[in-house]
């Protein structure tokens, strides 16, 4: 209901500015085309109100409506309303004619498509009619200079107000949409890289590494013995402890390096342009950081990661071969102890290489 009353008045709030200039220059535009006539004296005041008074009145009913869209709405139609019966009153003199016909067809295509357009003629029609019961049929076929000029400022003014309506509705749909994509990528809980997009940067970066011949390396990484601090501490630390996970990522990789939530208590990071000794080295440190984590309400609980590495090797056909060499290398390290970095068997050799003084 709140959501929907925002949305309401967000609307009621667009409509105001370019009702308020199209009725007040209108207004001046009917002015010139009422001079020639002898209309009755309401008819002047009536005009006054419609173009002076009527917008913001209009926006007073819709915003403190219970639900404003609809009452803004209403007032569409009564600006069509409105809009027919000044279009006959002025005894459809060409150009004032026009100008208010088609400022209202604007109106309403703008607000509410071809339905509220649909709606907006008929109640343009119904208002002729009450103009011709109430002061006749007539029409002038003559448009003098005063009224030309008189219609000029609503021509510019009146389309430029709803394209600077419409301008900021693109830029918000654009951040909207903005917005969504990032969220359909990111992960709620730690703001990196979900499972599915993660997959598509790791096969992007495989074919460049591939088609450049660069140098890369993959980690997965795993908070050991997650499930018995979920057991134990409960999943509200549990969380803290992979917000914090993510945070250290985010705090110790480079902008160019792309962390993901693999999936649970599992991450991964591409470190592209990093030989196996740096991501090595990059992610010993990673691990002494986040071994330094403490709860405030847990003093006793201590976390540490179990961390698998491969680089990118030529002979890897596609890019699951590479993840599934860090998937392996991650096991080693799980199942030698844990609270360590290990590499696969493609890279021990690496390794051993590596590791002589």
Not at 16 to 45: C, E, H, K, N, Q
Not at 247 to 253: F, I
Not at 315 to 322: L, P, R, T, V
Request: aromatic share 8%.
């Amino acid at each position: 209901m709140d959501n929907q009353r925002g949305k309401g008045l967000s609307f009621a709030r667009r409509i105001y500015g370019p009702r308020t200039i199209g009725s007040g220059f209108g207004g001046l535009a009917l002015m010139a085309a009422l001079v020639p006539l002898d209309v009755p004296v309401w008819v002047w005041f009536l005009l006054l109100f419609n173009a002076f008074l009527w917008p913001h009145l209009a926006y007073q009913l819709s915003s403190r409506s219970r639900y404003p869209y609809r009452a803004e709405r209403r007032n569409i139609l009564i600006d069509s309303l409105g809009g027919g019966f000044w279009a006959a009153t002025i005894q459809f003199n060409p150009l004032p004619t026009v100008t208010i016909v088609s400022m209202m067809m604007m109106h309403n295509v703008a607000a509410g498509g071809p339905r509220l357009l649909l709606r907006g003629l008929l109640a343009q029609a119904t208002g002729a009619l009450i103009a011709f019961l109430l002061l006749g049929a007539a029409f002038t076929p003559n448009t003098t200079t005063l009224q030309v000029y008189a219609c000029i400022p609503v021509l510019i003014l009146y389309p430029l107000a709803v394209g600077m309506v419409s301008y900021g509705l693109a830029i918000k749909l654009g951040e909207h949409k903005l917005a969504l994509r990032t969220l359909s990528r990111t992960d709620s809980l730690t703001g990196l890289l979900n499972h599915g997009s993660w997959k598509d940067v790791l096969e992007i970066n495989f074919k460049e590494c591939k088609q450049t011949q660069s140098t890369a390396t993959l980690a997965l990484i795993d908070i050991d013995h997650f499930k018995h601090i979920n057991d134990t501490y409960g999943h509200i630390v549990g969380d803290n402890v992979l917000r914090t996970l993510s945070n250290k990522l985010k705090e110790n990789l480079r902008t160019e390096d792309l962390a993901g939530r693999y999936g649970g208590d599992e991450f991964c990071v591409i470190l592209p342009n990093r030989t196996l000794a740096q991501a090595r080295e990059i992610m010993e440190r990673l691990g002494r950081v986040f071994s330094h984590y403490q709860h405030a309400d847990e003093p006793e609980l201590h976390v540490c990661l179990s961390i698998g590495l491969a680089s990118c090797r030529p002979e890897y056909q596609d890019a699951s071969m590479w993840l599934n060499e860090a998937d392996k290398a991650l096991y080693i390290a799980k199942n030698t102890g844990r609270n360590k970095v290990s590499i696969g068997a493609a890279d021990t050799l690496m390794d051993s290489v590596l590791s002589k003084p």
